[in-house]
């Protein structure tokens, strides 16, 4: 467990400090039911991620996903005042989609969940999608609001990994298919435009036209790295923690939206990833014990030990980064 995080999650573990975190956050009180709701599910996902950290492969991402469930629905709670944890809807808010089909020939590109009533829903909506950033800074900077995907709206596993570059090494070496993404280096818009300023890169025009729609490009500058585009179509933006030479300074990615319209916040992210390992690892344990015992279909081990690995450093991270603000570069 990272300790300093949970050190500074432990506020939402306080009657007290959740307490004074609700009025100053909503100028209200909460009731007693409320805050004990919120420090509930605190409590139960640190001990569900503690135990995760220590935990067999075979039982690992079952205990994350339970940790990244509890910590999804104290967030909930703390941002809506009126809503209590038995108003909370009793479900995941993602269900499987013919995962026997495709993992009787171990095809775990073909897993695809649906978005429905539930917990993840329910995040979606108390955020309002919306990510925090680093970017190129140690401390969240930017951010920005996407568009709430409808109800039955499907999420294919291979689709989400493509927008979290973070595994694009371990995602190749699996698929054999190639993670287009562009860093981002500065945006501006007009009224009629935006223009990407992207870091330098040799795929530059491989990357745009896998990223960007070609009815969308108003033109493209590959010497100086320039994206102009239309105002109706934005990039996938997601957060890139790990850079080996910037400790702790992210970076903003571009990659496609999934099914090139569907958009989530970085805390969405990480949830619908915890929920496809934990439910494969619950449902189809032969298939997932299999994974990590050198038989036929192993090559995506490295990726699930990445997921896991970060669902564990920077889901936290991101709860925790949400919860403190909003910050000054977005109060006006």
């Known amino acids: 467990m990272q300790d300093k995080i949970w050190n500074k999650l432990l506020e939402f573990e306080t009657r007290d400090l959740a307490s004074r975190y609700m009025d100053d956050r909503h100028n209200r009180k909460a009731s007693a039911n409320q805050i004990l709701g919120i420090t509930s599910n605190f409590i139960q996902g640190r001990e569900y991620f503690r135990n995760a950290k220590s935990a067999s492969i075979t039982v690992r991402p079952l205990l994350q996903y339970y940790g990244v469930t509890a910590l999804t629905r ?15 809807k009793p479900a995941h808010g993602l269900e499987t989609i013919n995962w026997q089909e ?21 995040l979606l909506e108390g955020t309002a999608n919306k990510s925090y950033f680093r970017h190129n800074s140690s401390g969240v900077n930017y951010k920005l609001p996407f568009d709430i995907p409808k109800l039955n709206s499907q999420i294919k596993f291979i689709d989400l990994i493509q927008t979290l570059p973070d595994f694009k090494e371990e995602f190749e070496i ?7 993404h562009l860093l981002l280096k500065s945006i501006k818009t007009n009224e009629k435009s935006y223009q990407f300023k992207i870091e330098q890169t040799k795929d530059f025009d491989s990357s745009t036209s896998k990223i960007f729609p070609q009815n969308v490009l108003l033109n493209i500058d590959p010497e100086n790295q320039l994206i102009n585009s239309k105002l109706g179509f934005i990039p996938q933006f997601s957060q890139k ?28 992210q990480f ?10 690892s619950r449902y189809f344990p032969s298939i997932w014990i299999s994974i990590g015992r050198t038989e036929k279909g192993d090559a995506i081990y490295p990726l699930i030990t990445k ?4 669902i564990d450093l920077y889901f936290p991270y991101v709860i925790n980064e949400y ?5 000054p570069f977005e109060i006006h």
């Open 271 to 280: 949830y619908v990833l915890s929920y496809f390992l934990g439910m494969l």
């Open 174 to 180: 699996w698929s054999q298919v190639k993670l287009n």
């Open 102 to 122: 495709a993992l009787v020939k171990k095809n775990f590109d073909q897993l695809q969940v649906r978005i429905t009533n539930g917990t993840f829903y329910e």
């Open 74 to 88: 104290g967030l909930i709670l703390l941002t809506n005042p009126k809503l209590s944890e038995s108003a909370l």
């Open 241 to 268: 923690f790990a850079d080996p030479f910037n400790a702790n300074i992210g970076t903003i990615a571009l990659t496609r939206p999934i099914s090139g319209s569907i958009y989530l916040n970085t805390i969405a």
């Open 307 to 310: 997921i896991m690995d970060s």
């Open 323 to 327: 919860l403190i603000g909003p910050y």
